[in-house]
């Protein structure tokens, strides 16, 4: 069974600390996305990777980081931690050989909350 | 921003009663990909349409596709209280990249 998971479904962190956030996927997908969501505004892509040590910028990228080190782990990285980076946050995978046909698999998400 | 709309953002109905949720997007794709959040989770893929076609059919789910429009939409028949969950429409052009509408939140009364 397609399984993505994340290392935590909340966390509670504090203005300026620096915080990980990982997600693991046991599919061998070579693509691999960060979203933040947020009500009202619906997914935002943060940071995409379609291999390792390979990411690209999304839609919001500012603020955050990310690594790719392994196939399977792909990791978002808040520098300096910012009340308005409190949101939910999603992890996804998906395979690059269906042809531009690519489903993505979410983890269970985190919900961040920054005081 | 590249993001589609869904809309409504918000439908309640009865049990029984058939929900359609409509989707626009704003680019060329090569498929157009329905989701579906329960409260407080991940999302789950329920259907994917491609380009060159219009109609498409999962159990109690159809979806279809005018590119011309550039609008999808996807219909549940016979509700269940289960089906209660966020609905969100993606399309998918030359990338890897997915761009999400914002979401309809669907709530079926028993």
């Known amino acids: 069974d397609v399984k993505v998971t994340q290392s935590s479904r909340y966390l509670v962190k504090r203005t300026g600390e620096k915080v990980f956030l990982e997600c693991v996927q046991d599919?061998?997908?070579?693509?691999m996305f960060w979203y933040r969501q947020d009500p009202g505004l619906g997914l935002r892509l943060i940071y995409f990777s379609y291999d390792v040590k390979m990411k690209e910028k999304g839609d919001i990228p500012e603020g955050y980081s990310v690594s790719r080190e392994k196939k399977e782990r792909f990791s978002l990285i808040l520098e300096s931690a910012s009340t308005n980076q409190t949101s939910m946050y999603l992890c996804a995978s998906s395979s690059s050989g269906t042809g531009w046909s690519d489903t993505q698999y979410f983890g269970p998400g985190t919900r961040l909350t920054v005081l | 921003s590249q993001q589609g709309e869904e809309d409504p953002q918000a439908l309640s109905i009865q049990e029984g009663e058939n929900a359609t949720m409509n989707c626009s997007y704003k680019t060329s794709i090569n498929n157009l990909q329905w989701y579906r959040q329960n409260s407080g989770r991940g999302l789950v893929h329920l259907i994917l349409?491609?380009?060159?076609?219009r109609e498409k059919h999962s159990g109690r789910l159809r979806v279809t596709l005018d590119t011309s429009k550039k609008s999808s939409s996807l219909l549940i028949t016979a509700s269940r209280a289960a089906d209660t969950a966020s609905y969100f429409c993606a399309s998918q052009g030359g990338s890897e990249k997915l761009v999400f509408g914002k979401g309809t939140k669907l709530t079926v009364n028993p």
């Open positions: 599919m061998d997908h070579e693509n």
């Open positions: 349409i491609r380009s060159n076609e």
